[in-house]
């Protein structure tokens, strides 16, 4: 698949809004293995001071949290999704946000767009951030 280029998107003062009202971040593809990305930037968002609440088909733990298997089952309020899935699953995950209806930010990862879910997103009232690593966007604002 071609990688899009993110026609829905926000920008540095809206970024620095959604860091600063987020305290629950869901992490979609958090591998337990410490070289991967995305469990790296789960640590850096966890020493941040956010919860972060692992969604992975495997495991029990991942980073000392408990780990759920779907966007569904975590039994409490999630500010944001942080995406580290194929481009082609991103919009099941953002179909699950929009079915919890409490899922404040929808974010993709660097090289991951899916402009049609981050629409979709949109409408439903969530704000989207697409190709962007929430650890470098956290890093360079505070």
């Known amino acids: ?6 026609t829905v998107n926000s920008n540095n003062e809206e970024i620095k809004e959604i860091f600063n009202n987020t305290k629950t971040i869901a992490i979609a593809g958090l591998s337990p293995d410490t070289s991967k990305a995305s469990n790296m930037v789960a640590r850096y968002l966890q020493n941040a001071g956010y919860k972060i609440v692992p969604i992975y088909p495997k495991e029990e733990t991942i980073l000392g949290e408990k780990v759920y298997r779907s966007l569904e089952e975590i039994p409490f309020k999630i500010d944001m999704v942080d995406i580290f899935r194929k481009p ?7 179909d699950s946000c929009i079915k919890r209806g409490d899922v404040d930010t929808v974010w993709t990862q660097l090289g991951l767009v899916n402009n049609e879910a981050g629409e979709k997103a949109k409408e439903a009232g ?3 951030v697409q190709n962007k690593c929430t650890k470098i966007e956290h890093a360079s604002l505070f």
């Open 88 to 94: 082609d699953a991103i919009a099941a995950v953002v």
């Open 1 to 6: 698949m071609e990688c899009e280029f993110p």
């Open 126 to 128: 969530m704000k989207v």
